[in-house]
């Protein structure tokens, strides 16, 4: 009987529950069907509205209401009125709305776009034009809470139908003054952003500005202010350390400056500085500075500093480049390196094919440098260089210039993937006027840590004077003419690997000389070398111990001398080697007078050094 | 006046004197630091080849005590020691033919204590310790005997220098 009556209680009392739900459910149905029914002809006329003051159409498929306060649209298009392909497309976007009654602020407080598509060039070019507008129009919003999603989005750097779409993602939250964003882009290596700042009447305070991908990171700061943008920070990018990074750029209303930007990278400083015109980003002059760190010298890289100056127009064919660039050498190399490099460049154009080369034309590079203590001048003419930009990390350049009188070809690769990068390069040259003569050859290079370089040379009918080697056999053999030698064909294969040089079979000819062998020098200055030289008659009359040979020996001119070098190189020990024209002079000469001879040639060589005692016994 | 020059007389004798005590003691000194080597008394003989450099540092024994105390840490193996007694020598004679034999000394403990950047820096040393011809002979000597009575013969060739002990090859530096 209790029971019967407990139950029959309940269930009154559930069927009130049950009506009571059942009539908000209508209540709650009937407002989502009429603000369902209401929402498409609000939101094509909110549309319009937008479309009118922003310039740019919104379209849809579909809106509804969810309850409690979301509308949601699938299928959103926004295209820049008078264009045909969409800035901004997305699968689905909902708004999030807080009541009135229960906030004061903006009613919209969350804006989820999935799978957004941005068309990069459109809404570059439309935020170009319509930046003033809709910096005025953000103005406007209250100061509320925002937060503002877009999971699955793409960005496509290219034509829509023909470029690759980059995916990325973000999270924004607006709160006060206070903007925070994190997200992350990037197909095969991800990188995640995040950015933290202070936004006010005259600018954005940015307390961090980071990007990550595990192997190279970013992390800067600073503040724009009016027109000055001020940043500091560092960045590690794939073992390359760009420390203390402080740079100043003014935005005036013609023209942004760069008035300062200094860095190091790995230790090494970085200066730069320069304007642009605000609407020809390539109408600028800039100049770039780099100093090497003192310490460690590298002893494969003795690169001192280098200052660079630009100068850019804008002309009917495109952006035109003229420049200067200046490079200094540490402890220059006295035999071979150049001790410092001026280049003047002129008439430079850029032009990218296909998105994947880059082609530069150069009307004319004038280079002056120092080496072996002398001034030289090189003018190559019409210099055309194309690189192949598709792998990210590695560039191929073809370069092709025309330099005095002669023609030079190169086929260069560039591996940036790792640090120090790696320079490969294939080259060949002929017809070049070089020494009164015509130089041609061809090398393979490889400069990383250190510099290798190999290959063939050969000039033709060139004038030799007073290279180191004629100045040492001058001295060596008293033979004065040999100082300036005419009409010489040469011809060696080099290769240098560091400091070391080696130079094989070198074959010099010339009317009153016939020369064969190697020279090989090492990284400690040492050298390794043997020959055989055979001197005209005329030549070897001038040499006092050449007229003794010719006196002891009929016809010696006839013979070659074999001779070998060795130790340092300023300081190089003589021999003369076994052959026929030694056995001859020998089979002349006592024991005693070929010591004598000896004896000589080393006190001539030995400035101020005494011959060394048989014994010196302090007993 | 005559008093004057008799007295300046004898103080210019006084003068004169002192080196000639000197380079007697030194010779003293020297035979008795050479009798100790000889004795295989070594610990005695360096100690009498130090006091040469301590009493007599000018006198003709100076740079042969010198080399002896580099050769004295060799035979003791105390190679840093012998290697710092050498490199002075070489620094403060490096016109001396005796200077390459320290050099060939600083070659063979770099060699021996597994130095190869020292050994580049003596062999680089040696190499231009010298300008040599080589015209009808293909090598060049010197020789030397040291305190410690080694005879030491040095054989200069146009790419390497070989030092000689006592007629044994000791080293050889290659240039």
Same mark, same amino acid.
């Given at each position: 009987m209790i029971i019967t009556s407990y139950l029959r209680r309940s269930l009154f009392k559930w069927k009130y529950a049950i009506l009571i739900i059942l009539m908000v459910s209508a209540l709650l149905a009937a407002l989502t069907f009429q603000v369902n029914r209401w929402l498409p002809d609000y939101a094509q006329s909110f549309s319009s509205l937008i479309a009118q003051q922003s310039q740019a159409q919104i379209s849809f498929r579909t809106v509804h209401y969810r309850f409690p306060g979301y509308i949601i649209l699938k299928n959103v298009a926004v295209i820049e009125n008078?264009?045909?392909? @969409? *800035?901004l497309k997305a699968n689905k976007v909902v708004l999030g709305f807080s009541f009135p009654l229960f906030s004061s602020?903006? @009613? *919209?407080?969350s804006i989820n776009v999935d799978g957004m598509t941005i068309n990069y060039p459109a809404m570059k070019g439309y935020l170009t034009q319509h930046y003033k507008m809709i910096y005025a129009w953000a103005e406007t919003l209250p100061k509320g809470k925002m937060h503002f999603l877009a999971p699955n989005g793409r960005i496509f750097l290219a034509d829509l139908a023909q470029a690759q779409a980059i995916p990325f993602n973000f999270d924004l939250d607006l709160h006060q003054d206070h903007i925070n964003v994190h997200g992350a882009y990037g197909n095969k290596e991800r990188s995640n952003f995040e950015l933290k700042g202070l936004v006010n009447n005259t600018g954005i305070d940015l307390e961090k500005l980071t990007l990550d991908n595990g192997r190279s990171s970013m992390n800067l700061w600073g503040s724009w202010v009016g027109n000055n943008v001020e940043w500091k920070g560092f960045i590690f990018y794939n073992k390359i350390y760009i420390l203390d990074i402080d740079g100043q750029l003014r935005i005036q209303k013609k023209a942004i400056i760069l008035k300062q930007l200094t860095f190091t990278v790995n230790g090494d400083a970085v200066g730069a500085s320069g304007q642009c015109l605000n609407q020809r980003l390539f109408q600028c002059d800039a100049d770039i500075a780099y100093w090497r760190k003192a310490?460690?010298?590298d002893p494969g890289n003795n690169l001192k500093n280098i200052n660079l100056h630009l100068h850019a127009q804008n002309t009917a064919q495109g952006p035109l480049l003229n420049g200067t660039v200046d490079l200094g050498f540490l402890?220059?190399?006295?035999?071979?390196?150049?001790?410092n490099l001026h280049l003047d460049f002129s008439g430079l154009k850029a032009r990218i094919i296909n998105g994947n080369f880059l082609v530069l034309k150069i009307k004319q590079l004038q280079n002056v440098f120092l080496a072996q203590s002398n001034n030289h001048q090189v003018l190559l003419e019409n210099i055309l260089a194309s690189f192949n930009l598709a792998k990210p990390f590695q560039k191929i350049i073809t370069l092709s210039a025309e330099i005095l009188g002669g023609h030079y070809h190169d086929r260069i690769s560039l591996d940036?993937?790792?640090?120090p990068w790696q320079v490969k390069s294939q080259g060949n040259f002929d017809g070049i006027k070089a020494y009164q003569g015509q130089l041609s050859g061809n090398f393979e290079a490889l400069l990383s840590k250190s510099l290798e370089l190999s290959g063939h040379i050969a000039l033709h009918q060139g004038d030799l004077n007073n290279t180191y080697f004629q100045t040492w056999l001058v001295h060596m053999l008293?033979?004065?003419?040999?100082?300036h030698v005419n009409g010489t064909d040469l011809s060696c294969r080099f290769k240098i690997e560091g400091r070391s040089r080696i130079l094989d079979d070198i074959k010099l000819r010339s009317d009153d000389l016939d020369l064969n062998g190697f020279f090989h020098l090492d990284a400690d200055d040492l050298v390794s070398s043997q020959a055989s030289i055979q001197f005209s008659k005329n030549l070897l009359k001038e040499s006092p111990i050449g007229r003794q040979i010719i006196g002891l020996v009929r016809?010696?001119?006839?013979f070659p001398i074999e001779f070998s070098l060795s130790g340092n190189v300023h300081k190089m020990n003589f021999q003369w080697d076994n052959s026929l024209l030694k056995d001859k002079v020998r089979q002349h000469m006592f024991s005693l007078f070929e010591n004598m001879v000896d004896q000589r040639m080393n006190a001539r060589l030995n400035y101020n050094v005494t011959i060394p005692n048989e014994s010196v016994d302090p007993e | 006046m005559k008093q004057y020059v008799i007295i300046l007389s004898l103080l210019l004798q006084g003068c004169w004197w002192v080196p000639c005590v000197e380079a007697s003691d030194a010779d003293v000194k020297w035979n008795e630091a050479v009798s100790s080597a000889k004795q295989a008394e070594y610990d005695f003989a360096f100690m009498d080849f130090n006091t040469i450099l301590e009493l007599?540092?000018?006198?003709?024994?100076g740079p042969a005590a010198e080399f002896a105390i580099g050769e004295y840490y060799f035979l003791e193996n105390n190679l840093p020691m012998a290697s710092d007694e050498f490199l002075d020598f070489y620094a403060k004679y490096?016109?001396?033919?005796e200077a390459l034999i320290a050099l060939a000394y600083l070659y063979k403990i770099a060699q021996t204590r597994h130095l190869p950047e020292e050994m580049k820096k003596y062999r680089k040393k040696a190499a231009s310790f010298r300008q040599l011809t080589f015209i009808f002979n293909n090598n060049k000597y010197f020789k030397y005997r040291s305190g410690f009575q080694h005879r030491y013969k040095l054989v200069y060739y146009i790419d390497k220098v070989e030092l000689y002990d006592n007629n044994k090859l000791f080293t050889e530096v290659p240039f």
């Open positions: 008078g264009q045909k392909n @969409p *800035l602020a903006f @009613p *919209l407080n310490d460690p010298v402890e220059p190399d006295p035999y071979f390196a150049v001790q940036t993937s790792f640090h008293q033979m004065p003419s040999l100082s016809g010696a001119w006839t | 007599y540092p000018h006198s003709r024994y490096p016109q001396h033919e």
